[in-house]
């Protein structure tokens, strides 16, 4: 079976500052990963995924993640953090075969100006 | 221009009544989901529909039974509400059936109180 674990309830961070939110993953063959971010009273907006190839990828709103396969880790970071980052963050996974999306805990983020 | 909406954003009604929650996508998605996402945050996936087959159905009571008229659709009826039904009830799509690469898009989201 598949999980996801975000070891961090809450992540502080002052304004200007780098963000990095932590997951690690487990799954069964090569894994699929996402990120999404989840403002007050909202849905679920999509960050970005890593699928294959380079391990360090790109998404929305300036935000990257690294995959690492020997860590099995996929975290979320940022250079600069904005306030207007503040929401809460879910990783994700599929396996490679299925469309059965895992979900974190979820970390909320809460950046200080 | 909504991508994935639902209705009603918010619902509130007794235990013991039945009611159902509507989602649409004009995304031209041929697979959509529905999850569940508790007090805490936690985020679980309860069914998923490709061309209104049914393809995912976790461990769910059988109270919760989702309708799919067409493909855009996706509705979740739930009969003899519980208090533990309470939570916020979200939407998805995907474009492909049983790819895993395919990146999921939510609607808004409907809160369930059970009173």
């Known amino acids: 079976a598949q999980s996801v674990a975000q070891p961090e309830d809450q992540v502080n961070v002052a304004e200007g500052n780098p963000l990095t939110v932590k997951c690690t993953y487990s799954?069964?063959?090569?894994?699929?990963l996402f990120w999404y971010v989840q403002y007050p009273n909202r849905g679920l907006q999509f960050l970005l995924k890593?699928?294959?190839?380079?391990?360090l990828v790109k998404g929305s709103y300036g935000f990257e993640a690294e995959f690492n396969k020997s860590q099995t880790s996929f975290h979320l970071k940022k250079p600069s953090a904005l306030v207007s980052d503040s929401a809460l963050y879910f990783c994700?996974?599929?396996?490679?075969?299925?469309?059965?999306?895992?979900f974190g805990g979820g970390t909320r983020v809460l950046v200080k100006p | 221009d909504t991508a994935v909406s639902q209705t009603p954003k918010y619902l509130v009604t007794q235990m013991g009544n039945d009611k159902s929650i509507k989602c649409e996508q004009n995304?031209?998605?041929?697979?959509m989901y529905w999850y569940k996402q508790d007090s805490k945050k936690f985020l679980k996936i309860m069914f998923s529909?490709?061309?209104?087959?049914?393809?995912i159905n976790e461990t769910v009571p059988n109270r919760f039974s989702p309708k799919s008229p067409d493909k855009a659709h996706l509705n979740l009826h739930i009969n003899s509400l519980e208090l533990g039904d309470s939570a916020v009830y979200f939407c998805?799509?995907?474009?492909?059936?049983?790819?895993?690469?395919?990146?999921?898009?939510f609607g808004p989201g409907t809160r369930l109180t059970v009173l």
């Open positions: 994700a996974v599929t396996p490679t075969a299925g469309n059965k999306l895992t």
């Open positions: 529909y490709n061309n209104k087959e049914l393809i």
């Open positions: 890593y699928i294959t190839g380079d391990n």
């Open positions: 995304l031209g998605h041929d697979t």
């Open positions: 998805a799509s995907s474009q492909v059936r049983g790819l895993g690469t395919d990146t999921q898009y």
């Open positions: 799954v069964s063959g090569n894994p699929y």
